[in-house]
Structures are given as structure tokens and as C-alpha cells.
């Protein structure tokens, strides 16, 4: 049993429709015939269901009565009327009603529409939980997220925007996420974009240098997977940003590039000195250097100096003395990320 509110200015018409209500099992619970009192019924009793004329006595019509009743207490309005205007069914469509009966109204169809109101609004009003929900999840998520729908960012939470260095939403919604993605990586993301879109299939853990509001550049790591956001398809990315590794990587490669062109031995150690990487040169043929902390190579390695530039002096048998100098890559913040030896005075 649903409790419906009539509006309707015609009295014979409402009374049909209080018979056809009482036989089909709902209880009529408020009856008027203007715009003003069907919100003043409604916010006191509360309804499962309106049946709305929309022609109404009055300021508000019924359209107008309906917007002010999902606006205010989210009830299910169904027009009833003999009008069938393409201007006004084009108003009952923005105006998200339930279902729209052309008068005369019988009494299966009348029972068929508000069965079908009150359930489609029930699932509406769980659609919308489940996304005020989703938006509180995102809002608090400990790692930066983004929402983006056929390309263009719909949504970020407050981690995302400080990756964009900006508090204000406004600054980056409905753009093309292409246009904070550096030219050498839109290539790149332009794929993973159309592979969303034509096969729903996400991607993990690309690296891609990207601007934020002020065009300055970042590094991040970011992985897409799908969702349903506002009802419609749409891709969820979290960004780690990765600004001080890419940074520190990039600087490494280069340096180790400019040894190597030397034709120089090399080795590479982390912050705590543990050898994570050896050239390939002879000098280290038949020395499991991989893994082990420099310190704990005295058989292989004299500490010379560790005052402004760490050095050490290669002692093996059979290998050539060899004094090896340091130098130090850091990160962006100025982070001790690797230790390089290369062959120095």
C-alpha cells in the first residue's frame, strides 16, 4: 500500500481518482487543488507518491509544484493531463518526474505508474546513497584520485588538488585530462584512454610527467580502473607522485651515461652503502660485490677518505689498485637516493 497526495483542480477527475486509488489498495492521504497546498500537504504528511495535474490554479503550476517537491523532500511526482504539448512533455522531462498519464486515466495504469515511481524512486534514492558514499570515501582517501568521464576530469579529492596546486575545483573540472600531460607522454595516455573507453579495461602504475595548474611539471604514477560515477561509465585514476624518484633516476641515468661513454668501471651503491649495481668490467671479475655493504669489504676495499668526497681504494688480489671517488645523487628535496664510484684521482 502506497499513501498518495492527489492535485488535481477538476473535482470529478479527483474523485475518480480516489476510487481507483482505494481499489487498487493505496490509501489517499491529502487532496488539493493548488500548488502551495500540495507542498504544505506533502511536508506534513509525507507521501509515498504525488499524482500532479499540471495545469493548477494559482502561481505554480504543476511542473513547477513538482521541482519544489524533489527539491525540498526528494517525492516522486507523476503528471496526470490532457496536454500533450511538445513543449510541456519537454518540461516534464527536465523536470525528472516519474511518469506522465494522459487523461482519461484507467485504473490498470494508474496502478502500473505508481508501483513503478515508488520502486524507481527507491532505487534512485540507493544509487544516490551508494554515491554520496563513494564521494566520502574518495574525499578522504588516504592517496590523490581522480574521476574522469570520456576524458575530461568530473571529480578530485583534496589530495588531487594539491597535486594540481590548486583548492578550487573550478580550476580543472570538465577540462581534458590531456591537457595537464606533457607533450612526450600524451601519446601514451591517449591509449589508455581509448582502451577504456572501447574495452572498460583500467592499467596500473604508468609514469608520466604532468603540469598542475600553474604549468609547473610533476612526475606521478598512475593507475585506472572503472567505476560508475553519476550514473554514468567512468575511470577512477589515483596518482602517486613520483616528482623525487623520477628526478633522481633521470639524474642517474645520465650520469651513469657519461661513464660508460668513458668506457669506465663503475659501481653504485644505495644511501647505507650496500652495492646495488656493478659495471661490466673485468676489474670486478671473480668479487661478489651484488647486495653486500661496502664497509664489510675490507678485504676487497680501503676506506681512503670520507670527508668531502667518500673514496675508496680497491686492494683484491690479482686486480689492478684501483682508487674509486664518489658521487652522490640526490632527489629533488635533496635526499641521498644512490651512491656512485668510478675510477678518480
Not at 683484491?316 to 682508487?323: C, E, G, I, Q, S
Request: aromatic share 10%; net charge negative.
Amino acid at each position: 500500500m502506497r499513501k498518495v497526495v492527489v492535485v488535481e483542480d477538476d473535482k470529478f477527475i479527483a474523485a475518480i481518482f480516489t476510487m481507483f486509488l482505494r481499489e487498487l489498495g493505496h490509501e489517499l492521504v491529502g487532496r488539493c487543488s493548488t500548488g502551495a497546498e500540495a507542498i504544505d500537504l506533502c511536508h506534513r504528511l509525507r507521501p509515498d507518491v504525488v499524482l500532479m495535474d499540471i495545469h493548477l490554479d494559482g502561481e505554480l503550476d504543476g511542473i513547477q509544484t513538482s521541482e519544489q517537491l524533489r527539491r525540498e523532500l526528494d517525492i516522486p511526482v507523476i503528471y496526470v493531463s490532457s496536454d500533450t504539448s511538445s513543449q510541456v512533455i519537454k518540461r516534464a522531462i527536465v523536470s525528472n518526474s516519474y511518469g506522465y498519464l494522459v487523461k482519461p486515466v484507467n485504473k490498470k495504469e494508474l496502478g502500473i505508474s505508481i508501483d513503478l515511481a515508488f520502486y524507481k524512486h527507491r532505487v534512485d534514492q540507493e544509487q544516490r546513497e551508494r554515491e554520496r558514499g563513494y564521494r566520502q570515501f574518495i574525499s578522504d582517501a588516504p592517496m590523490p584520485l581522480m574521476i574522469l568521464q570520456d576524458g575530461r576530469i568530473q571529480y578530485l579529492n583534496h589530495l588531487a588538488l594539491d597535486l594540481f596546486k590548486t583548492h578550487y575545483m573550478e580550476d580543472v573540472i570538465t577540462l581534458p585530462y590531456l591537457n595537464f600531460v606533457e607533450p612526450e607522454y600524451k601519446e601514451m595516455v591517449d591509449k589508455l584512454l581509448k582502451e577504456f573507453k572501447d574495452k572498460g579495461q583500467g592499467f596500473q602504475n604508468q609514469l608520466l610527467a604532468m603540469q598542475d595548474v600553474h604549468g609547473q611539471v610533476f612526475y606521478a604514477k598512475i593507475s585506472g580502473s572503472p567505476i560508475v560515477f553519476n550514473k554514468k561509465k567512468s575511470l577512477q585514476v589515483t596518482m602517486v607522485e613520483a616528482s623525487d624518484m623520477e628526478y633522481s633516476n633521470k639524474t642517474s641515468l645520465a650520469y651513469k651515461t657519461m661513464i660508460d661513454s668513458f668506457g669506465l668501471p663503475y659501481f653504485i651503491t644505495n644511501a647505507d652503502l650496500e652495492i646495488k649495481e656493478i659495471s661490466n668490467s673485468s676489474l670486478f671479475d671473480g668479487l661478489e660485490l651484488n647486495g653486500k655493504n661496502i664497509e664489510d669489504l675490507s678485504d676487497y676495499f680501503q676506506k681512503i677518505s670520507e670527508e668531502s668526497v667518500l673514496s675508496y681504494k680497491l686492494i683484491a688480489d690479482d686486480k689492478v689498485p684501483t682508487l674509486f671517488k664518489s658521487h652522490i645523487i640526490k632527489d629533488a628535496s635533496g635526499k641521498v637516493m644512490e651512491i656512485f664510484f668510478y675510477p678518480g684521482k
